[in-house]
């Protein structure tokens, strides 16, 4: 049974970081693709970085060179580190996973089947 539960959001000033977590148990690291998401209400969910079963790591324009997803090598748990936070970076943050076999791809296209609650990330100027 896969679970993804987010924790680490909160409120900061614009420059500032924030390391966002997300315990999934169930998940294989082998065999799952792994990504984190954000939304701000009536818009559409955003892919904000992910990392396939082979352990390749994408990340959309806006957050490269600032955000760093990483996995935990001894447990089932997926890293956000966030650094040099903008407003726009504002939104609820999901953690998202989907079983795609090993060595699969994974865009950020991908129909992701399991997500977490979200944890709420705020970014003032």
């Known amino acids: 049974q896969v679970q993804l539960v987010e924790s680490g959001g909160g409120s900061v000033q614009a420059g500032g970081s924030l390391r966002l977590s997300c315990a999934a148990s169930?998940?294989?690291?082998?065999?799952?693709?792994m990504a984190w998401f954000r939304q701000v209400p009536g818009k559409e969910r955003e892919g904000v970085a992910l990392?396939?079963?082979?352990?390749?790591?994408t990340y959309a324009d806006s957050v490269k060179g600032r955000f760093t997803i990483s996995r935990d090598s001894a447990k089932p748990i997926l890293w956000l580190q966030m650094n040099s936070l903008q407003p726009e970076d504002s939104g609820m943050y999901y953690c998202?996973?989907?079983?795609?076999?090993?060595?699969?791809?994974?865009?950020?296209?991908?129909?992701?089947?399991?997500w977490g609650q979200g944890t709420q990330v705020t970014v003032s100027s």
């Open positions: 998202a996973a989907e079983r795609t076999g090993r060595a699969a791809p994974c865009p950020m296209s991908t129909n992701f089947n399991y």
């Open positions: 169930g998940v294989t690291h082998s065999t799952y693709c």
């Open positions: 990392i396939d079963s082979d352990y390749e790591k």
